[in-house]
């Protein structure tokens, strides 16, 4: 059985309505307002790119600050520095430590990452954490010029570690994913609320994962 995970929001912290609200409170007085700057700044094709490696995080500032009429030095310190402050989800990082153990007991079991995350932020967080050796391989969007929900990036990650689709799962906090990774017949998970993954995981029917 194969385990995917991704990052943000699953195995590391990621609130943008949070971060926003922080660095530009006169934009985002109540939560609507700040859920609706934080979309405008990191569902747009222009933060697209940077998370596919296309656009330069200089060039996503300028970018943003010009469209959304934002101070460009304040823009940067909100973004610049978020590879060195994503922080792991301890439930879920302990998830995957009781999943290395199953590793370790039965062989049969292996576990990857796929994560749409800027090049700067990916070599942080290689960093910073020890644990991401824990995985057999992975794939950040950055790195191949590409990112979820393309079904390109999961077949790229499939062909690249022989994964077979019915016997993977995959977990992600995108609905949007999360459609892309049925439509190429894996199992999923859809992350909504990670403090209920560990869960979500043991309640899965036939999937014994922390058996």
């Known amino acids: 059985m194969n385990v995917v995970f991704d990052f943000g929001a699953v195995l590391f912290t990621w609130q943008p309505a949070q971060l926003v609200a922080h660095h530009f409170p006169e934009h985002a007085a109540t939560p609507e307002q700040a859920q609706q700057l934080a979309q405008s700044i990191f569902d747009?094709?222009?933060?697209?790119?940077?998370?596919?490696?296309?656009?330069?995080l200089d060039e996503v500032i300028s970018r943003t600050a010009l469209r959304l009429d934002l101070p460009h030095e304040r823009l940067h310190n909100a973004l610049a520095l978020i590879g060195e402050q994503l922080e792991p989800i301890a439930c879920n990082v302990e998830v995957l430590a009781r999943l290395c153990e199953r590793r370790l007991r039965d062989g049969g079991l292996k576990l990857y990452f796929l994560s749409n995350?800027?090049?700067?932020?990916?070599?942080?967080?290689?960093?910073?954490?020890?644990?991401l050796?824990?995985?057999?391989?992975?794939?950040?969007?950055?790195?191949?010029?590409?990112?979820?929900?393309?079904?390109?990036?999961?077949l790229l990650l499939a062909s690249r570690y022989?994964?077979?689709?019915?016997?993977?799962?995959?977990?992600?906090?995108?609905q949007v994913n999360i459609k892309a990774a049925d439509?190429?017949?894996?199992?999923?998970?859809?992350?909504k609320d990670p403090q209920q993954l560990p869960g979500q995981m043991a309640s899965r029917q036939g999937l014994q994962f922390l058996a």
């Open 117 to 131: 995350m800027p090049e700067p932020f990916a070599r942080a967080l290689e960093r910073r954490f020890d644990f």
């Open 183 to 191: 439509a190429l017949g894996w199992h999923t998970i859809h992350c």
């Open 162 to 174: 022989w994964l077979d689709a019915d016997d993977t799962l995959f977990i992600d906090d995108h």
């Open 44 to 56: 747009h094709a222009d933060w697209q790119g940077f998370d596919s490696g296309k656009v330069t």
């Open 133 to 154: 050796q824990s995985f057999d391989g992975g794939i950040f969007s950055s790195d191949v010029k590409m990112g979820k929900p393309d079904p390109a990036i999961y």
